[in-house]
């Protein structure tokens, strides 16, 4: 059974950075891209961007280059979300999909999502 | 504003059939495949249909994808009270060189 568990919900201050963890199990870790998405509160879903653990290839969304850095370890089939110098607009909740079989980019598995609240 | 365009809301009563469209362009839908996502309130979304008409792992039957040109639709047949929820249709978008969402619908069954 493929599982994607992240990690718990985080309260963090304006200007602090942040590494959310997403641990894979169930499946060739190395040979999935995990994609992370956002949501803010009371909104829609946005691709933030991916990586492929195989060999570390990333792939930004636009609205979210150089706000973001994707890592993963493959010796605990994890992958990291980081995020630096956090702004209110920054709370949200995050998640991490597997990006599934074929060329359809379709997020076929997920991680139950990391709240993530900036607040002074 | 979503790349892809849905109603914000749907609405039907117990054993309805309700659809939802998904409206994009030649960059996205018009040249790859959709993907639909369900999100029940307060859970992480769920891959619904794939590949336009293709059902993802226990998805019933009752759901549906279509696609035409630059449009796209789930269908959700025999309606139930716990369908209620939020509803995505998603696309890899060539220009922007990644997948893009729709700003979702809520289903709400009366």
């Known amino acids: 059974e493929v599982r994607l568990v992240q990690s718990g919900a985080e309260v963090k201050e304006p200007g602090e950075s942040l590494k959310i963890s997403c641990k894979a199990s169930g499946y060739p870790f190395s040979s999935y891209w995990i994609a992370w998405v956002r949501q803010m509160p009371g909104k829609g879903l946005e691709w933030m961007g991916m990586i492929y653990p195989g060999n570390s290839d990333t792939r930004h969304s636009p609205a979210f280059q150089g706000q973001v850095t994707m890592l993963v370890d493959k010796s605990i089939t994890t992958a990291y979300l980081q995020l630096s110098s956090l702004k209110a607009s920054d709370t949200a909740m995050y998640y991490c999909?597997?990006?599934?079989?074929?060329?359809?980019?379709?997020?076929?598995?997920w991680g139950q999502g990391t709240l993530v609240t900036v607040s002074s | 504003q979503s790349v892809l365009t849905q109603p914000p809301s749907a609405s039907g009563t117990p054993g309805q059939r309700v659809t939802i469209s998904c409206s994009g362009s030649s960059s996205n839908i018009g040249s790859h495949t959709v993907n639909w996502y369900q999100q029940l309130p307060g859970t992480a979304p769920k891959l619904l249909i794939y590949s336009n008409n293709q059902w993802a792992s226990g998805v019933p039957d009752r759901f549906s994808g279509s696609k035409s040109g630059t449009s796209a639709s789930l269908a959700i047949s025999g309606l139930q009270s716990e369908d209620e929820g939020d509803y995505y249709c998603?696309?890899?978008?060539?220009?922007?060189?990644?997948?893009?969402f729709g700003g979702g619908t809520k289903l709400t069954v009366l």
């Open positions: 999909a597997r990006v599934g079989p074929g060329t359809g980019y379709q997020f076929d598995n």
């Open positions: 998603a696309a890899w978008d060539g220009r922007l060189s990644g997948p893009v």
